[in-house]
């Protein structure tokens, strides 16, 4: 579903409506079902909301919430993707078939002119059509092609790179970033870049067909994966960006007893003798395949075989835990 950062909260479209994510609660905020997609409405506080059964505009309340304003009339198909032109004008792609050109009237309660995309404004087909609202441009990628929409002429314009950017070869999808930067997004990977320069390669694999990077503030993305999610710190990522990390202790458990601590915790762990067992949980940075290997023997200098293990147990007497990691395959 579709999700958008929205001052302090993150607001999430579902099955039951769309909701205000803060800190660890959920807050209803609209009782219309699957919101696709929130763009902000230009020059307003509204946000522009694609659904399952169409358009509506989210507002806000007396205490600056956010909440359902209405729905908008005259449009009742499933809307998964939208760009806003610089006319104010909708570009919406229907969920199974279908590019349409949308106008409000100034009241912004309903649509006022509704026109469907064919081969004659440059759309080579109706199905797989997904919609990219960038800095400078709105793009269409109608299954493998790419195109620019050119509000003047109403049309679409077939384009084969961006900014000096090659968007041939179609197994990718582009997904926009903040302030100019956007993602191609391969299914084993990402590629980050900022208008036409190339800021590095992610080992990240998205959600196919849903994927989704909400920029949080202006230094951080967070990444809707498979099985989680993952966040993305830009002046960290833009040193380790195609390199591999280090691996990253997230939980250290005392065994026999019920602390844990964060990988991060400034806490200093002090175990008594007779519970001097501890468990370190780890993994790799944006690598969905990492291995792992530590020292073999305090004194050997060599390392065990790489293994995809994501924990050790570790009775210290004295000495280090070392790990190192690797991208698989080896």
Known sequence: MGTLSDSASLLCGHNDGTFAINGFSADNISPITGGWQLLPWPGSDYLLQATYTGLALLG??????????HRIEGFVEPIRFMGIDSRKRVLAANQYKGLYLIELDPSLQRISRRRELTAADGLPTPFKIRIIQLQDRLLVQADTLVFVWDETREKLTYIKEYRGINLTGGNFRIVPGRGGEWFKAYPNRLEWYRHGE???????????????????DDSTYLFCLDNGYALLQRPLAQETAGQIPAPLISRIELLNATQTFAGNSPDVLHPARPMNGLRFVYSLRFTPAPAFSKPAGRLSGRWSAWGKRKQRIYQPNAGQLRLRSARQPF
Do not use: M, W
Not at 61 to 66: A, E, L, M, T
Not at 198 to 216: K, N, W, Y
């Open 60 to 69: 806000k309340n007396q205490q600056g919430q956010r909440r359902l304003s």
């Open 198 to 216: 190339f800021l590095g390669q992610l080992s990240v694999s998205l959600v196919p067909d849903f994927e989704r990077i909400i920029p949080l």
